[in-house]
């Protein structure tokens, strides 16, 4: 079946920091790739999304691009600020066939904490 | 305007007891999800519901657990004789479009919280 894999957490960086993220996919077809993001205290929140190859979803200073080839969908940002701190989850759903379509597939989460 | 809301937002239960959680979805979200997420893991799928009927319930993970939507709007999971094992944040989501007529967003609300003791 579908599955997806994060790198292992926790990740600690400083104010203004590179971060990446690393995810990557095992899925038949063409799945639609996210990263949701949960902030202490608050539910599941859609941070981005890609819905084909070499697409690049953007939010909040974020990126991230759907590459077929390596089957990956890494996170990244130039400059994380102290508020960036949340865990994130990269999710990915089937886009036809059968009744598979719109459950999400979820890594395992990676904790990430930017220090001022 | 209103998001998904859960309640309760924690439920303390005993083994072998019966629980019930609700949801509510944003008005006029067609399609509904149930997700269960362990501690340090990722959300895991548990049922979806298009309308009153459920879609696909290949998540569920024995016949104690069941779900209904008998009105297309509000569902409850219900799990009965409960297990130690059962204890994990039981979360809900709805989007506006069932899939394949464009992939919509999931919004998801808060989560509940069941321990079994």
């Known amino acids: 079946g579908d599955s997806v894999t994060q790198m292992e957490g926790p990740v600690t960086l400083s104010e203004e920091a590179f971060l990446t993220i690393n995810c990557t996919y095992t899925?038949?077809?063409?799945?639609?790739l996210f990263w949701y993001v949960q902030y202490p205290g608050e539910g599941l929140q859609l941070l981005l999304k890609?819905?084909?190859?070499?697409d690049k979803g953007s939010n909040k200073g974020f990126e991230a691009t759907y590459r077929k080839e390596t089957t990956s969908f890494h996170l990244e940002k130039g400059s994380v600020q102290v508020s960036d701190s949340a865990v994130y989850f990269c999710?990915?759903?089937?886009?036809?066939?059968?009744?598979?379509?719109?459950?999400?597939?979820f890594g395992q989460g990676t904790i990430l904490t930017v220090h001022p | 305007g209103a998001g998904v809301s859960q309640t309760p937002s924690n439920k303390v239960t005993e083994k072998g007891k019966y629980v019930e959680l609700r949801c509510d979805p944003i008005?006029?979200?067609?399609?509904l999800y149930w997700y269960r997420q362990s501690l340090g893991q990722g959300p895991e799928f548990l049922i979806y519901?298009?309308?009153?009927?459920?879609?696909?319930d290949s998540g569920l993970p024995n016949d104690r657990f069941f779900a209904v939507r008998p009105e297309g709007s509000v569902s409850t999971l219900k799990i009965q004789r409960t297990e130690r094992g059962d204890s994990a944040v039981y979360l809900c989501?709805?989007?506006?479009?069932?899939?394949?007529?464009?992939?919509?967003?999931?919004?998801f609300g808060p989560g509940t919280r069941l321990t079994v003791l």
């Open positions: 999710a990915l759903s089937q886009n036809a066939g059968g009744t598979s379509y719109g459950k999400l597939t």
């Open positions: 519901f298009q309308g009153t009927g459920a879609a696909d």
């Open positions: 890609a819905t084909k190859a070499d």
């Open positions: 899925a038949t077809g063409y799945p639609s």
């Open positions: 989501a709805s989007s506006a479009t069932p899939p394949g007529r464009g992939l919509d967003t999931q919004y």
């Open positions: 008005s006029g979200h067609t399609a």
